[in-house]
């Protein structure tokens, strides 16, 4: 099946810093990414959706200027967590969809973030 | 309210077990229905589709009520394998992101 690889796996920062996590569809082309974070014991919730070409569509209470999102490629999109605070640690991931909308969404394997 | 609704558990059941899933959901508009498992601390992958006539995969049966707004999920003589968190994921017409439940956490037990 299509694979989405997500880099790096776990990352620990000071607070202040910024921080990028890279999503990468590696055998399929994706004009549509999607970015969620799940804190513990709790569902994935969606943060934005990444549009090749385009500016990201974040969701309500998500801040842009915070967490930005590119999508240069078809195949490449990134998130950076910009001046990060302890409780934007979370575990971030990323999904990539083929076709239609009843396609199985592929997800990367998540990035688990602290921020000291 | 939350657009999809699960109960949290823990589900502890022993291995052979049939053991059942109910989540709701709350936009008549949701278009597409999946189950996904989530092990700890894992990305979450696709178990199965859910379709209106029902659909069975080996041990796995999932079915959709569209009238109730209601998915379940049963999976018939448990292994211990089968030990991990259950998501109800729904989308709707026209948004091809995920809606995510909470999750149903299944602990099987040798």
């Known amino acids: 099946g299509a694979v989405v690889s997500q880099h790096p796996s776990r990352v620990i920062c000071k607070s202040g810093t910024s921080v990028k996590i890279e999503c990468r569809s590696l055998?399929?082309?994706?004009?549509?990414m999607f970015w969620y974070r799940q804190f513990p014991k709790q569902s994935l919730m969606l943060m934005a959706t990444?549009?090749?070409?385009?500016?990201?569509?974040?969701e309500q209470g998500v801040e842009k200027d915070k967490f930005l999102i590119n999508h240069a490629s078809l195949t490449l999109s990134t998130l950076t967590v910009t001046s990060a605070h302890p409780e934007d640690s979370s575990f971030y991931i990323c999904?990539?969809?083929?076709?239609?909308?009843?396609?199985?969404?592929?997800f990367g394997q998540g990035t688990r973030l602290t921020v000291v | 309210r939350k657009e999809v609704e699960q109960d949290p558990g823990p589900f502890n059941v022993p291995e052979g077990a049939t053991v059942a899933f109910n989540c709701t959901y709350s936009?008549?508009?949701?278009?597409?229905f999946f189950w996904y498992r989530q092990d700890c601390r894992k990305e979450p992958k696709l178990l199965m589709s859910?379709?209106?006539s029902g659909n069975e995969d080996g041990r796995f049966t999932a079915q959709l009520n569209r009238a109730s707004q209601y998915i379940s999920l049963l999976i018939r003589d448990s292994k211990l394998s089968d030990s991990a968190t259950y998501l109800c994921?729904?989308?709707?017409?026209?948004?091809?992101?995920?809606?995510f439940g909470s999750g149903t956490r299944l602990q099987v037990q040798p």
């Open positions: 994921v729904v989308t709707d017409t026209g948004r091809r992101a995920l809606t």
């Open positions: 055998d399929f082309q994706a004009t549509t």
């Open positions: 859910v379709y209106s």
């Open positions: 936009n008549s508009a949701s278009q597409s």
């Open positions: 999904s990539a969809m083929t076709g239609n909308m009843n396609t199985e969404a592929f």
């Open positions: 990444s549009n090749e070409g385009s500016k990201a569509t974040y």
